[in-house]
């Protein structure tokens, strides 16, 4: 059963729910597919396929760059990924200008993105999403996180907040959520496969190498 975020929930992650546990998607992609299925699906695979037909006008206008230009710089990625390099994919195929998407990329398989929302803000007419939204709507999906913890900050200008993160850990993928509270604030998601996260977390604790050796 697929189900949608919208409104005052999540719109970037879609959970579909399996006797096995749960399958996560950012924008239609689901993790651990090869990058050969990423970028035949979705906006990817249309715009591609647009490209390849010459038919620049199917090609989202909101990109800054030229329908040609992206079309190049498109296929190019792709090209570089299916052939099993590793790297990173922003992509700018959203009409939401309050969040961007980078997708990761390790050996030719789509393996963790980071959503970043815009906080609802003066600066860009109170449009984005809050913690509060994007919390709600992860909640509902996943149920309550593994691990959250609250932390003092402090802006520029030494205003107090309280900074929330949130950890979801599944068999097969895990879920990060950061804030940063105030005006020009926003709320990061990081999204993995647990076997990414897994290798993270060890080269952050690995100690480092002793320069006496």
């Avoid at 909101?62 to 992509?91: F, H, N, P």
């Avoid at 990060?176 to 990414?196: F, I, K, L, M």
Wanted: net charge neutral.
């Amino acid at each position: 059963m697929r189900k949608e975020l919208r409104g005052l929930t999540l719109v970037a992650l879609i959970s579909v729910a399996t006797a096995a546990g749960a399958q996560v998607k950012i924008e239609d992609h689901p993790l651990g597919e090869t990058a050969e299925q990423f970028f035949s699906e979705a906006h990817e695979g249309m715009i591609l396929s647009a490209c390849a037909k010459k038919d620049f006008e199917k090609v989202y206008r909101s990109i800054k760059k030229t329908a040609k230009e992206y079309c190049a710089w498109l296929s190019s990625v792709r090209q570089r990924m299916v052939g099993d390099e590793s790297g990173k994919y922003k992509g700018e195929v959203s009409p939401d200008y309050t969040k961007t998407t980078t997708y990761v990329f390790v050996a030719g398989k789509f393996v963790a993105a980071e959503i970043l929302f815009t906080a609802p803000d003066l600066a860009n007419n109170y449009q984005g999403k809050s913690f509060a939204e994007i919390f709600s709507g992860l909640k509902g999906i996943y149920g309550p996180p593994t691990s959250e913890s609250i932390m003092p900050y402090q802006n520029a200008y030494g205003v107090p907040y309280e900074r929330h993160q949130e950890l979801w850990l599944a068999e097969s993928y895990a879920i990060q959520v950061d804030e940063q509270p105030g005006s020009n604030g926003w709320t990061r998601v990081n999204v993995s496969t647990r076997e990414t996260y897994d290798k993270l977390r060890i080269e952050i604790t690995k100690p480092p190498p002793n320069p006496l050796n």
